[in-house]
T-cell receptor
Framework: GENVEQHPSTLSVQEGDSAVIKCTYSDSASNYFPWYKQELGKGPQLIIDIRSNVGEKKDQRIAVTLNKTAKHFSLHITETQPEDSAVYFCAARATSGGSYIPTFGRGTSLIVHP | DAGVTQSPTHLIKTRGQHVTLRCSPISGHKSVSWYQQVLGQGPQFIFQYYEKEERGRGNFPDRFSARQFPNYSSELNVNALLLGDSALYLC????????????FGPGTRLTVT
């Protein structure tokens, strides 16, 4: 089955700095890679995703890059703000072959200091 | 439109008891998945249902069961509760089974004492 590793487990930055979270996956059949933000007491919220046919995707201050050869993908947050503080999860899954079940990383706790 | 809703929000049960958790998907979504999230970890897949049929099952014991109703809402049942079942139980919905995006509900916090 798929195995997703996520690093770091905790990331502390100053407001305005950039933050990078990295994930690796094992199953070459995975072709969809979402990122979720989970605030305390809430369910995960999809913030950005990338499909295997592109290498990078941006949405305002958030970007995700994908290297299918190396089986790794990263989340980049620029100009961090205190409200970015949350736990971020990466996930990987296939979209064909009958299994649409995502495998999640263990999460990264991002702390943005004002 | 309303998002995914789950009930109850919080639940406290005793070891050996049974629990039923409920989920209503986003209107128009036909696929529902259940996840268990233990503190400090990512969500772990339990079940996936599409058009009232089970389409996937994670590595959980037979004490866990689920079903989906004609209106696409879903129930997760856990029998003979153990202390280790204490977790946040998340429901996620999506359009067709192969749809990329899953949308999560706020979860049900289950505490087993």
């Amino acid at each position: 089955g798929e195995n997703v590793e996520q690093h770091p487990s905790t990331l502390s930055v100053q407001e305005g700095d950039s933050a990078v979270i990295k994930c690796t996956y094992s199953d070459s059949a995975s072709n969809y890679f979402p990122w979720y933000k989970q605030e305390l007491g809430k369910g995960p919220q999809l913030i950005i995703d990338i499909r295997s046919n592109v290498g990078e995707k941006k949405d305002q201050r958030i970007a995700v890059t994908l290297n299918k050869t190396a089986k790794h993908f990263s989340l980049h947050i620029t100009e961090t703000q205190p409200e970015d503080s949350a736990v971020y999860f990466c996930a990987a899954r296939a979209t064909s072959g009958g299994s649409y079940i995502p495998t999640f990383g263990r999460g990264t706790s991002l702390i943005v200091h004002p | 439109d309303a998002g995914v809703t789950q009930s109850p929000t919080h639940l406290i049960k005793t070891r050996g008891q049974h629990v039923t958790l409920r989920c209503s998907p986003i209107s128009g979504h036909k696929s529902v998945s259940w996840y268990q999230q233990v503190l400090g970890q990512g969500p772990q897949f339990i079940f996936q249902y599409y058009e009232k049929e089970e389409r996937g099952r994670g590595n959980f014991p037979d004490r866990f069961s689920a079903r989906q109703f004609p209106n696409y809402s879903s129930e997760l049942n856990v029998n003979a509760l153990l202390l280790g079942d204490s977790a946040l139980y998340l429901c996620a919905s999506s359009l067709p089974l192969a749809a990329y995006e899953q949308y999560f509900g706020p979860g049900t916090r289950l505490t087993v004492t």
